[in-house]
């Protein structure tokens, strides 16, 4: 088949500096990326049920702390490329629509702010497509043509790269709703309006719901959580909690059909996991790797199945990227 | 958004007849069209379960009958098109894989076959893809660069075009595995190894089953038909049969939820529904719109549903498109 070069850069071969910001909800992670290397990183709480606006002047404090750090004047960067969740207009600079506490940001100028605070050029796009345009560059799956991401976090993010392009779409919304298709219809409403997303049966924040609905849930060690994530289920389905094995082999069973989706969407050669649920890689990797390969139709061959190592270098890495494009 | 101009021509600018072939699991249709009207048409059975290779001597004599009847020579036309269910490498010309009883295919060169049989070049694509590419070309998204289509007969096919092009992916298998993303992680095992695609639990293959599982079947006036499709649950729930109206309101779920993992995946403008289910389109679409309008994830408007008008011609329609690039 006929393959077109990937359209992004490695990152800065120029030798300039990127400044790159990622807005996630709990922390908004900055750092300045040269030739693939972040070589200064800071992070600032963000307070996100506040908004996003309100912490611009602190996020551009920490800018200006870092480049005196290193010395770097504005006008030594290529540019300020900022991640938030969301679907996002990369040409315009804007949020189009965000499920998530940031919902202030519509609309707002990104642009207007870069160059009237440093007089840069900026980049805007959503946070799980620069993380897997930040894994092509220099994480886990370098020079990759055909490859998607899934990043387990509060919700479940996703991005696409085919051809070795970024999928967009015609609205900006293609490639980062996997975590939106149903993979249960008779499940949970999902805070998008659908039924049955994979996020809402399976992310972070649909937990606890989904333990307190399990027939056995009192009698759990689960119960004496006072929060519910990932991280307790497993160590309870490790520590031989009943509960907490069956409600990990319905989470997997969700996981891995996120994954095959994924696959039958893009027909990626290689899938990339990425966020806080990776932290129980060893134990998670295997039984997902397992029902990926029973269950996807790849005649071609099989799907790579490969471990983001540095998920918040992905993002700046691919904001990065996006400012130094080949 | 930057956007390209689609790659595929109007089905005969050149005003040459394009010959096309479409291997259905019941029927092989063929047609001779010119400048986007399918100016013959013929129909042979398929024979399936006997495999598609010893249907060829068949095609092969058709299609000299229906250039005979049009005082045609091969010479005279454009090129052979073929379009069969199953993944299609379009480039080589041959079947990678199909579910379907056309096995005995994989592999073979449609492209010789063509070559000894009329001296033609041949276009091999799959079905759902080359409906999608007929129904933009001439039939019910004239003119989209951004549309999927399902079309929903034995199995459920799928398509999607972005941007102007066909979305093929990097193992020929993007844009057709829509029938294939889970929407019941706890559903019935498909024949294509995953479990609970939406073709396996609302196919019409899977409705016998669906319909038996059903506590209320032995009583339902759906027990009383020897075969049991969209058409006997459609009728049932409309003449008031309770088992039928349930079972048809979980097939609606199904199915809607379909087009919406194909709106969340590929982010359309237009979505085209075709097939045998769309005799009843007037029953369903209201439902399956109202559905899609609730479920569906665009901030930035509402995808038009239509309907194709013609699903045989759109596939002969497609198949001369790629014969005729613009």
Not at 245 to 255: I, S
Request: charged letters at 20%.
């Amino acid at each position: 088949m006929e393959r077109s070069k990937p359209m992004y850069g490695n990152g800065g071969t120029d030798g300039r500096v990127a400044i790159a910001v990622d807005f996630g909800g709990t922390n908004i992670k900055l750092g300045l990326v040269r030739q693939g290397q972040v070589v200064s990183r800071a992070s600032l709480p963000s307070y996100s049920d506040q908004g996003l606006i309100g912490r611009l002047p602190a996020v551009e404090r920490e800018i200006g702390r870092l480049l005196a750090e290193r010395r770097l004047r504005p006008s030594d960067c290529a540019g300020l490329g900022i991640a938030t969740p969301g679907m996002v207009d990369a040409e315009k600079g804007t949020i189009l629509s965000i499920n998530e506490k940031y919902a202030d940001a519509v609309g707002f100028s990104f642009r207007d702010w870069a160059r009237g605070a440093f007089d840069l050029r900026c980049v805007l796009e959503n946070d799980a497509r620069a993380a897997l345009l930040g894994e092509i560059a220099y994480g886990a799956a370098v020079g990759e043509t055909d490859a998607v991401l899934l990043t387990f976090g509060t919700g479940i993010g996703t991005a696409a790269v085919m051809n070795g392009r970024i999928v967009r779409g015609r609205h900006a919304q293609a490639g980062i709703l996997g975590g939106h298709f149903a993979t249960d219809i008779r499940g949970n409403a999902c805070n998008c309006g659908n039924t049955g997303c994979l996020e809402a049966q399976a992310g972070h924040w649909a937990l606890p719901a989904l333990a307190k609905r399990h027939p056995g849930f009192a009698g759990s060690s689960l119960s004496r959580h006072g929060s519910l994530g990932y991280r307790e289920i497993i160590e309870a389905a490790g520590s031989g909690d009943r509960v907490g094995a069956e409600l990990l082999e319905t989470l997997v069973a969700h996981w891995s059909a996120g994954i095959v989706n994924m696959i039958h969407a893009y027909d990626p050669e290689t899938v990339v996991l990425s966020g806080g649920l990776m932290k129980s890689q060893a134990v998670l990797v295997p039984m997902l790797q397992e029902k990926v390969r029973q269950r996807s139709w790849t005649p071609w061959g099989e799907v790579k199945i490969v471990v983001s190592r540095d998920p918040d270098a992905s993002v700046l890495w691919g904001l990065a990227s996006l400012l130094n494009p080949k």
